[in-house]
């Protein structure tokens, strides 16, 4: 949802806030890991915009994750001329056997070495601007447990950027 709000979808009245949507261009954007395209056709979702690179987890798993982040990487960067782009981490992207601190659950996903190896990948990429975390949902981790394996895999990704 916050995809299609930033690339100009969705109620008007937050898809073009103030009359400066889209935020985004689809063709700036890569969405990496996916998996729910059957899922979401099935509910009626409209699948990802044709312009938007989109890198499933199938093509993920095939390429290898630095390779899948290095192809993503490129095409954020293309002639080493624009402003740099933004890494959003969206956790459910992780397998749900090891993260079910998501409120959108759904087997298979990326494994925690994937994981940090695309962030440290991104990260190294020669123009990343920055890095948000998002649906993760520490109700559903009482103690705290999955919040320091997230923490950690961050921490590795950007350890290795010293």
Do not use: K
């Not at 899922?39 to 994750?65: F, K, N």
């Not at 095409?75 to 992207?93: E, K, N, P």
């Not at 959108?104 to 494994?111: A, E, I, K, S, V």
């Amino acid at each position: 949802m916050e995809l299609a709000l930033a690339t100009g979808r969705g109620p008007r009245v937050l898809a073009d806030l103030e009359g400066r949507g889209p935020l985004v261009r689809d063709a700036d954007v890569v969405a990496l890991g996916f998996r729910d395209a059957e899922e979401s056709a099935g509910y009626g979702m409209q699948p990802l915009p044709s312009a938007l690179h989109a890198l499933e987890l199938d093509t993920v798993r095939a390429l290898g994750a630095a390779e899948a982040a290095r192809r993503a990487v490129r095409v954020l960067t293309g002639d080493g001329t624009g402003a740099g782009y933004w890494i959003h981490l969206d956790v459910d992207v992780l397998d749900d056997a090891i993260m079910p601190a998501v409120d959108y659950r759904q087997p298979d996903g990326l494994t925690w070495q994937e994981l940090e190896t695309v962030l440290r990948t991104a990260l190294t990429g020669g123009g990343a601007a920055g890095l948000t975390v998002a649906i993760f949902n520490p109700r559903l981790d009482p103690d705290g447990s999955l919040a320091r394996r997230l923490v950690d895999c961050l921490v590795r990704a950007f350890d290795s950027q010293g």
